[in-house]
């Protein structure tokens, strides 16, 4: 059984992509035996469409009774979420990787 499942997002988002990397993510999740979700997120712009995403994912992992540990945010991205107050929700001070150029 697998503690964690890695989970990368490579592209920038538009709002209207959210239903469907939603419903992908959801479908993965589920009947995994995974406590976590580990996702990668160097490569996503510090844009408010991509802290809507992140904030969707956390929650779809946490009605599945799992975490989502985001790898690799940018400095950009986590000063987003801190000015969104959505850091300690999303970044969970202790599972934060930072990116390496910051």
Avoid at 18 to 46: I, N
């Amino acid at each position: 059984m697998n503690s964690a499942l890695a989970l990368s997002i490579r592209t920038p988002l538009r709002r209207e992509d959210l239903p469907g990397l939603c419903r992908r993510v959801a479908a993965l999740l589920e009947g995994s035996q995974a406590r976590s979700v580990r996702c990668d997120v160097s490569h996503l712009p510090a844009e408010v469409v991509t802290v809507e995403a992140l904030a969707r994912l956390k929650l779809i992992a946490h009605r599945r009774g799992m975490t989502l540990e985001l790898a690799a945010p940018s400095a950009a991205l986590r000063d987003l979420l801190e000015f969104t107050g959505l850091d300690d929700t999303l970044l969970g001070r202790a599972s934060v990787r930072p990116h390496p150029e910051s």
